[in-house]
């Protein structure tokens, strides 16, 4: 008897999964491929059931006689191992990242003489419904909180983007790329003080005031599902910091890195050329503390910033307020540098490796940019963020762009640098 595969990257079934599987179940013998966790979140949506439910799930339909794991986007491995005689798939990948699948499940095919049939993809009303249900579910505050610690467990390192508004989130949310053969998107989201500050005119010194950034995450997860770890900059008067650990984990956000800077607070970047204290490690602490004792959920972190490399206070220092702040309760460490080598930062988490082989560490490369994520890993670094390029990439574009027009008196020159406002659209979804 003929086998015919198909692979599923799905939570629920809807007529176009059955109407592959009918289509399979009249070629042959059927096996469906669940796709793992760490497969699935390089190019889809986060999962919202386990892969043990969904392999059930695939199990339980009508005409499915096997499911197997397929660990990989690329079908090399399940292909070698199957051998089936048809590939079953949507008519939906021939564009776009997903089409290098489609090729190689094709130069895979051709190699024994296999086959590929592609189902005409089914897109109706009931479909569209079940999809926005999901998307729905993975923005609710439970599910999203919860995502940061889950990817942290799942991925070599977490991907984390910059968004200050819709517009940004949504590029976080959406972009999705293939080189090389692998896929690739961002896993979180970064709601940074300077360009949240920046995209309001204002300078990055807690001047723009947690109702105001409240709004700005209120704006993102509007549009996402993705997880948001805000800065939260000095975390303020622990006083004030308590109520505010509230509302965010109420929200749904996943953490809130603050760091160990008092008085009037100035972007690290600027180092020591503008004057910046560093809090005494005990106040430090007992903020920290406060706020895990005040938090509800397990899934809501409290990140430790150390300013001690970016403040000249040395290593030894930013060690001793690594440990003493983990042991406040701090749910992961943020070590930052200005430095244009990330040596000093590959020394600290080399070291903090030796005594602490769990707690995250969190680094972001913006001086030091020509380290990879790789790199990091392999020195123990958990989360990385990329916590300005958005705004940076925007702001000389849009200045061009003003200046063009102003020279030209019209718009036509900047014509060529423009998106298609229909391209722009695209992004944007509607109920
Ligand atoms: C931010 O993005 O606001 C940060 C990171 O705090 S940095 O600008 O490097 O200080
Ligand atoms: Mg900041």
């Known amino acids: 008897m003929k086998t015919s595969y198909a692979c599923f990257c799905t939570d629920i079934i809807h007529e176009g999964h059955r109407n592959i599987i009918a289509h399979a179940r009249k070629l042959g013998r059927v096996i469906i491929g669940a796709m793992t966790d760490e497969a699935l979140i390089r190019y889809n949506k986060f999962p919202t059931i386990p892969l043990e439910e969904r392999i059930e799930l695939y199990q339980s339909q009508d005409g499915v006689d096997e499911v197997v794991i397929q660990d990989n986007i690329m079908y090399d491995k399940v292909i070698a191992a199957l051998k089936p ?4 798939h949507g008519d939906n990948w021939k564009n776009g990242p997903e089409l290098a699948i489609r090729q190689n499940v094709l130069f895979l095919l051709e190699g024994y003489g296999g086959k590929l049939v592609e189902v005409p ?3 109706n009303e009931q479909v569209k419904k ?5 998307r729905e579910r993975l923005a609710m505050p439970e599910y999203r909180r919860k995502r940061l610690r889950q990817l942290i467990g799942m991925c070599p390192v977490v991907k984390t983007i910059e968004a200050h508004n819709g517009l940004t989130g949504l590029i976080a949310e959406k972009t999705v790329v293939e080189h ?5 998107q961002f896993d979180a989201m970064w709601v940074s003080s300077l360009c949240d500050s920046t995209a309001k005119g ?3 010194i807690e001047l723009v005031d947690m109702s105001s950034r409240l709004r700005t995450i209120d704006d993102i997860m509007e549009v996402t599902t993705k997880p948001i770890i805000l800065d939260g900059d000095t975390g303020g008067l622990t006083e004030h910091f308590v109520y505010n650990v509230r509302t965010l984990e109420r929200l749904g956000v996943s953490a809130v890195i603050i760091e160990d800077k008092t008085g009037l607070k100035k972007n690290s970047l600027f180092g020591t050329e503008v004057l910046q204290l560093q809090d005494s490690v005990e106040n430090f602490c007992a903020k920290i503390s406060a706020g895990k004792k005040i938090q509800l959920t397990e899934d ?3 990140i430790a910033r150390i300013e001690s490399l970016i403040l000249e206070q040395g290593m030894e220092d930013a060690l001793f307020r690594a440990a003493a702040y983990v042991n406040a309760g701090a749910d992961g460490i943020m070590i930052h540098s200005r430095k244009k080598e990330a040596g000093e930062i590959f020394e600290f988490c080399d070291r903090f490796r030796e005594f602490d082989k769990h707690t995250p560490l969190v680094v972001v490369p913006t001086s030091f940019n020509n380290v990879t994520e790789e790199e990091l890993a392999a020195h123990g670094v958990n989360i990385v963020i990329y916590a300005n390029q958005l705004t940076r990439s925007a702001f000389p574009a849009m200045k061009s762009t ?3 027009i102003l020279k030209n008196h019209r718009a036509l020159e900047a014509d060529s640098r423009l998106m298609p406002f229909g391209d722009i659209i695209t992004l944007i979804d509607e109920l």
């Open 85 to 88: 005689d048809y590939v079953v």
């Open 121 to 123: 993809y089914t897109y």
């Open 130 to 134: 079940m999809d926005q249900q999901l």
């Open 180 to 184: 090389d053969g692998r896929f690739d």
């Open 202 to 204: 204002k300078p990055d």
């Open 300 to 302: 809501f972190m409290i």
């Open 402 to 404: 003003a200046e063009e």
